[in-house]
Structures are given as C-alpha cells and as structure tokens.
C-alpha cells in the first residue's frame, strides 16, 4: 500500500464542532508533520513530532511510531480553519525528505 | 513560520521555453528540498541538497531539471525544456541538519502554455 494513508479525503464541518484526521503509515516512521495549505498554496507549519502529543490552541496532534499512525484533532472548529490538510511523514532512512499524505480538504460552514 | 523565500511566485513559459525558479533556504539550514504539487494533491519530491551537495533525486529531474545550491543562501531549479506536464506549484523548504523539522516557503507557480 501506499506508505502514507491520509483519511478522510474531505471533511465539512459546522463553526464550532470538533473533529480528527488520521494518517496510517505502511512503516515505522522517524517523525511527522502536519500542514494547512491555503488557497494560495502556503503550507504552514502545524506540528513537527518525532514521538507522542503536542496541543497548540484548538489544535492537537498525536504521533505512535511504534503503532504507525497519527492524529490531528481540530476543536471548536473555526471558518479560518478551511483548507487543505497534509500530514508528511520522514522515513528513518532520509533526512528530512517527506512523504506526504493525499490531504484533507477540510470545509468549515457558519 | 521560517523565512525560506522563494522567486518568483508566478512564471510563466511556452511550451519548449526554459524555467529558473530560486530558493533562498532559512539561515543556518543546510538541508534544501524541492516538491512539486500539481491541482492541490500530495507533494511530490524533486531533489535533495545537503550542504549545497545533491544526495537523492528522483530520474525525472536528472533527465529534465537542472538543480543546483552553489551557496547556502541560494539554490535554484530549473526545467531545460518546458512541458505542459510542468505546470504545477514548486515548493522549496529547508532545515537544520540536526533537526529535521522543515519549513516551506511560499512557492513558484508555473504555468506552461
């Protein structure tokens, strides 16, 4: 399979609801990071994990190498939040080169 | 988010014509990547510079692209013979060889016509 498994490929939510993303990994993995992509193509930094769970404001993420998965859990969901979700991952063999999920194209609605 | 700056944001080139976008990576990085996104899909990975030294690419850019970093502060990416296959975003991003967490700038969009 594909080494990096995002679901779900799409996701509409209501202001105010929360939700989860799920990245699945064909291997054991070094770190991963998760990513928003604006309309414009900007991918900013959400998370970087070699190992457990970060929380930054209405964001969490969870990283199990030994599982092979992760988790990003959006709470209170916000329209800014809209936007294309990508989890990469780093092979224990490479050096910060990533392999990237298909993305989550996330939809929040008033 | 990392200042990793990336020129220029929009090109656009004929069929047959040559493309040259650059990267300036975040200061002190050593590591440079460069990914291709086409329509808003997974990135794709290009190449990989480690202290200006290309150590991994895939064969479409040894057939077709021309990469080099001669510096630290500038890498570049160039595509010898345009394609309308081609037409897609660029990403550059770059990190700390001991910390591999990366950093994206903001893209070149190609469009070839």
């Known amino acids: 399979g594909m080494p990096v498994e995002q679901n779900p490929p799409a996701l509409s939510l209501y202001e105010g609801a929360d939700s989860g993303l799920r990245c699945n990994f064909s291997t054991t993995m070094k770190s991963v990071q998760w990513f928003q992509q604006n309309h414009r193509g900007r991918l900013i930094t959400l998370f970087y994990?070699?190992?457990g769970t970060k929380e930054n404001g209405r964001l969490k993420s969870t990283f199990n190498s030994k599982e092979r998965y992760s988790t990003l859990h959006i709470k209170d969901a916000q329209l800014e939040d809209s936007g294309t979700y990508f989890c990469a991952a780093e092979f224990y063999t490479n050096t910060g080169k990533l392999t990237f999920g298909d993305g989550t194209v996330l939809t929040v609605k008033p | 988010d990392a200042a990793v700056t990336q020129k220029p944001r929009y090109l656009i080139k004929m069929k047959g014509q040559e493309a040259e976008m650059k990267c300036i990576p975040e200061k002190g990085h050593t590591a440079v990547f460069w990914y291709q996104q086409k329509q808003s899909k997974e990135l794709k990975f290009l190449i990989y510079f480690q202290n200006q030294q290309p150590l991994d690419q895939i064969d479409m850019v040894k057939e077709r692209f021309s990469a080099v970093c001669p510096s630290s502060s500038l890498c570049s990416l160039g595509i010898r013979t345009c394609e309308a296959e081609d037409s897609a975003l660029y990403l550059c991003s770059s990190s700390q060889e001991q910390n591999t967490e990366v950093f994206f700038g903001k893209g070149t969009r190609l469009t070839v016509v």
């Open positions: 994990l070699a190992q």
